[in-house]
């Protein structure tokens, strides 16, 4: 509206004065502004309410114009500013340079929000869909809550109304004993009751008929006699027994109402769970968090039967080769804090193999040690490795310190995962037969002496063949933060197809963080996979003419840790 015209009369504004800071009308506007005056050369606009300064002038130095731009403090400055005030120090560039850049980026955001408009329509559609469950979630909530509330307020009545009506039976049982007792006490007293009855009895002349009523009454007033002496009320007055102590259930209806004492959300921890046919879920808390009374593990199967949820604080029984979401929510004075993000873990293809290392079976007390929990195995390079390498001048070579578990496979499904320290040197993880153990502790052949080759050099593979088939080990090679797969073969397979090539560089994969072994004995084959993804990354034949073992190699510094869970079911045999 025009700011010079006054009510009612005021007019609509046509023009806007940028110098004036006003807006008018026509009339008004001329009559301010009258041809052959400095007002006549007023800057105007269209009607606004933004009267801007024509040139922005520095906020530290009034009467200076900004022409820099701060890229430290990201606003204008003038050549003040820069030559020795607050921006001494901070990089500056020209106004037209911060012009093209900030115009360049402001022009690109726009593009970019002007090019999501169906993924903001889509994100609104959600949040409309979030507002609507959120107001039919409230009051959802709101109905439980007067349905809890209604139910307990049903059980106090409940409750109320069979305490006083055994107050009352208690109480009327009471006053008609009292009564009783008082009649009966009346009775003592001269002229009336017992009394007045023997004192006319004491009247009768008759002897035969006194004998005969005296008799009875005496007995009569002998009791009476011996109720005054030994007077006891026939009830206590006293309801000690209907009086509550309350105080625990007050508290605990007291503690309901602490809705803002919500406990936080737990957040399920991947490094330390653990899933086999059964699982070891483990979770943090938030660093401020409250002491909890307990906490819920829920899970379910994906892709299976059993979806629905059942809450359990021991998970047991778990299908293998299935894909589990696991979830947990912590409960603080009856209230439970939202769910933990959901978590998916796959089961191993078998149950867990529960075993220790053995220090029976050729095991090198000089270079491996050996914990006294038997669960964790490390090689170490020591004087002998040096005493070796010097007695050898053309050549120097170590051989493998092969370590086995102490419990045997003869039939079925088995699976067990450890961890191989990423320094280790070279480690080979596998399975051992232990006839062909015996053979080969009887009958050792140093095949990493440079005198030994069972290569006669053409590549048929036939070499290859033979060697596997004497060995009493089937073994998987890692080291120095690599996994090597083996040579193709016709009894062996690998999870990539460039992985079979005979270029040693595609054979190499990252070393798994955990490393998990199935032997399926009666199917005669081993896999390899990696623990946490549950990939196999290479399988093959073995034979399964005996018993077998868990086997392991070590060369060079390394070590070998089995998990927590392998070795504690194996403590439980």
Known sequence: MCNICKPPQQQEATKSCMDCKASYCNECFKLHHPWGTPKAQHEYVGPTTNFRPKVLMCPEHEMEKVNMYCEVCRRPVCHLCKLGGSHANHKVTSMSSAYKILKEKLAKSIHYLISKEDQVRTQITELEVLISETEENGQLAERRANEHFECLFETLQERKSE?????????????????????????????????????????????????????????????????????????????????????????????????????????????????????????????????????VVEYRRVRGPGQVYGPNTVVCDLDPNSLYSFRVRSCRNSMFSPYSPEVTFHTPPAPAFGFLFSDKCGFSTERLILNKSRDTVESVAGLGFLLAAERVQTGSYIGLDYIIGDTGISQGRHYWAFKVEPYSYMVKVGVASDSKLLEWFH???????????????????????????????????????????????SSSSVSTASASSGDPGNRMLPMPLRLGVCLDYDACRVYFYDADTMRCLYERQVDCSGTMYPAFGLMGSGKVQLEEFIAAKRLTF
Not at 464 to 473: A, H, M, R, V
């Open 163 to 295: 305490m006083l009506r055994s107050i009352e039976q208690s109480r009327n049982r009471r006053l008609n004993q009292l009564k009783s007792q008082v009649e009966e006490y009346q009775g003592m007293l001269e002229n009336s009751g017992l009394v007045g009855y023997a004192q006319e009895v004491l009247k009768e002349t008759d002897q035969s008929c006194f004998v005969q009523t005296a008799k009875q009454l005496h007995v009569r007033i002998q009791k009476a006699t011996e109720s005054l002496r030994t007077f006891h009320p026939a009830a206590d007055p006293c309801f000690d027994e209907f009086v509550l102590d309350i105080s625990r259930e007050e508290t605990l209806l007291k503690e309901i109402c602490w809705f803002s004492n919500v406990p936080d959300p737990p957040l399920i921890d991947l490094s330390h769970s653990r899933v086999y046919n059964e699982a070891s879920i483990s979770w943090r808390l938030s660093d401020d968090h409250l002491p909890t009374d307990h906490h």
């Open 443 to 489: 009958n050792p052949r140093d095949t990493s002496s440079p005198r030994y080759d069972h290569d006669s050099g053409h590549d048929s593979g036939s070499e290859d063949t033979c060697y596997e088939l004497s060995q009493p080990f089937t073994l998987l090679t890692l080291g120095m933060g690599k996994l090597f797969i083996p040579k193709a073969s």
